[in-house]
């Protein structure tokens, strides 16, 4: 089988075994430094998309993937724009909505709070988000009140209470005035994101618009479709849609632009931990730098050998750059490994090592979220080995130049 000069010797020197102590140790330290870098960034960014993934899930139980907005005080045909809506490709149901900024009074506790109109019958996500109810009573019937947990909890409030919701609204002189009404606490629910259970409160359709929800709140159609992560191009076929069949005065949103803070922090919080971890991968590549040196200084006789009988610079450098990445690409080899078992299998290890250490890492009684989640992407492991690969590389550079470099009289004059 036919093998380049150098990459044969290089890796026969990878293979041999009459290192110095000192050298060979500087290669298990490097080796196993890759390999921990390298692993310890896989399972870091499974568990932040698992983090992220869930994160959506959650808003997603409480937002539409589209929103259809009217501007206040518009006339709409709600129900003929509803139908053209369902019509379009890859929407999955159209439901109407309503919502309107309010303050809940509970003395002497006072809260603003977004209210929100629902219709359980065909929001089934938030019904099931429910956590406390009033037996044998829809929860948003007549003056039925659904608060968020944490709201409840800042007011102090229980299911069965009552609580005056207090409406800012105009005069038919165009002057400012209050609305009062008084509601019954009929059911709690917590959805797991803090903006949600401390914000937002459910009424009835009806009771919205009792309240002037269309003309000093916000009034339209909320879409799911049958691909959440698809919003954003369904969103702007359908804004397009609209804008041919005449609809001017409306307006489409998609639910990565009202929540684009989370997912932006979110991918700054990612960049940040890989370049961090990426620092660690670095540092664990260029101590290959230490043992290519020690080794270029041990082999100099060979060297010397190599370039007599005729061998290039290039060859002799190719010689320890093929050494150097034999170790980096058992370390990358050896992370990756290790990476992807402890993402696919985090929460059985952490299970483990609550076990033995006696700790809890997420208790469920005080983190909604009571397990790490975690998602594997083969992009980020593809890119994650690359860039190791890469890293260990450039650290064989400096030593092939100063091998390829040794002059082949001076290192033979004192053998």
């Known amino acids: 089988m036919f093998r380049p000069l150098p990459v044969y010797i290089g890796l026969r020197y990878a293979r041999a075994r009459s290192h110095k102590f000192f050298v060979s140790f500087i290669t298990w330290v490097s080796l196993l430094g890759v390999a921990v870098g390298v692993a ?3 399972v870091i960014l499974s568990v932040m998309n698992g983090l992220e993934s869930e994160l959506r ?7 539409a993937a589209v929103r259809v907005q009217a501007e206040p005080g518009a006339q709409t045909d709600w129900e003929q724009l509803r139908r053209e809506v369902q019509a379009a490709p890859g929407v999955q149901q159209v439901t109407r909505y309503a919502e309107l900024q309010a303050l809940a009074v509970r003395q002497p506790e006072m809260l603003p709070v977004m209210l929100r109109g629902a219709d359980l019958g065909e929001d089934t996500q938030l019904a099931q988000l429910i956590s406390q109810r009033e ?14 947990a944490l709201v409840a909890n800042q007011l102090g409030v229980m299911v069965g209470d009552t609580v005056t919701l207090l409406v800012p609204a105009l005069a038919a002189e165009g002057l400012p005035q209050a609305r009062l009404r008084e509601f019954r606490v009929t059911a709690l629910f917590e959805a797991g994101i803090q903006d949600h259970d401390a914000q937002l409160v459910f009424a009835s359709l009806p009771t919205l618009a009792e309240l002037g929800a269309a003309r000093s709140g ?9 691909d959440a992560m698809q919003a954003p191009q369904s969103a702007a076929a359908l804004r397009e849609s609209l804008r041919h069949a005449g609809h001017q005065d409306l307006t489409v949103r998609d639910w990565t632009q009202d929540h684009a803070s989370y997912f932006r922090a979110i991918r700054i919080e990612k960049t940040m931990m890989a370049l961090i971890l990426m620092l660690v991968v670095a540092v664990a590549a260029f101590n290959i730098v230490a043992m290519l040196v020690m080794v270029v200084a041990d082999k100099r006789t ?29 370390g990358v080899a050896l992370g990756v ?8 299998n985090v929460d059985a290890v952490l299970g483990l090592l609550e076990r033995l ?3 809890t890492v997420f208790d469920a009684n005080v983190y909604v979220i009571s397990r790490v989640p975690s998602e594997l992407h083969g992009v980020d492991v593809a890119l994650i080995a690359g860039t190791g690969l890469l890293l260990t590389l450039l650290a064989t550079l400096y030593p092939a130049r100063r091998a390829a470099a040794v002059p082949p009289a001076e290192a033979l004059r004192y053998e």
């Open 302 to 330: 060979d060297i010397a050998i190599l370039r007599t009988l005729g061998a290039s610079p290039a060859r002799v450098a190719g010689i320890f750059i093929t050494q150097g990445l034999v170790v980096g690409c058992a």
């Open 135 to 148: 037996p044998d009573r829809e929860p948003l019937q007549d003056d039925g009140l659904m608060l968020g």
């Open 337 to 344: 490994a290790l990476g992807v078992w402890l993402a696919l």
């Open 357 to 359: 250490f006696g700790l």
């Open 57 to 63: 899930d959650r808003l997603l139980t409480l937002t």
């Open 218 to 226: 916000s009034v339209g159609l909320e879409v799911q479709l049958h």
């Open 40 to 42: 310890t960034l896989i």
